[in-house]
């Protein structure tokens, strides 16, 4: 069955990208998966996927939820995908939301449709839905909990749901991983899974190979072979 993986949160810089980057390297064989930008403001998911510019098949797409006012029309998201499931023939569509974006999409499941209704539009489409919601740590755990804690309750008796903890904003804040995993206890089948990612340390060698090399867009076959142990052992936890 086709499926079709959202990354999401409405808090602004907490590893939506750096996630989807991740999940490109994992699938960077794989012809079958295809990784669409949703975000209006950065497009950075664009640029730091340029390894997988000019496939065939096609790997890397751009879709725009504006319309000519530059404002966001929250439905459109259903006719762009009902587009590409017709058009575009993959396994795995990989949507990277912005943070408007995510926000927005909160709007869609209260005020233009109910989760029942997405899920019927999810059978409409013979696909299964996947939500990731990130979350980071520090001074953005509350605002991404909220988000994380409205979207559960919204579509967790529906839909899988998973918590992606950004590990590297969670360093010296390790009782705040203990709490997400109280929620997902707590939230009993609503939450799938939580999983752990970007554990990379920009203070050595292996951590600023990485970091530059997703900078420059360049896939895992440029990292050194340190850093390819390390993005391995990433990748598994994804």
Known sequence: MKTFIFNLQEKGGTGKSFLTVLQAYKEQNNERSLFADADASTKSTIRNLKFLENRKPLRIAEISLLDARGKIVRDKLLSIMEQMVKDLDYDNYYLDFGAPESQQFTELITKDLLPTD??????????KFVFNIIVAGGTAFGSCTDYLKKLVDLLGDHFEVNIM??????????????ELNQFAKASGEKVNSVKRFGDFDISNETGKNILSNIEKGLGVENLSFTAKLKMNNELAKI
């Open 165 to 178: 903890a950004n590990e590297a904003m969670f360093y010296n804040f390790e009782h705040l991983l203990d």
């Open 118 to 127: 997405l899920k019927a539009f999810e059978e409409h489409l013979n696909v």
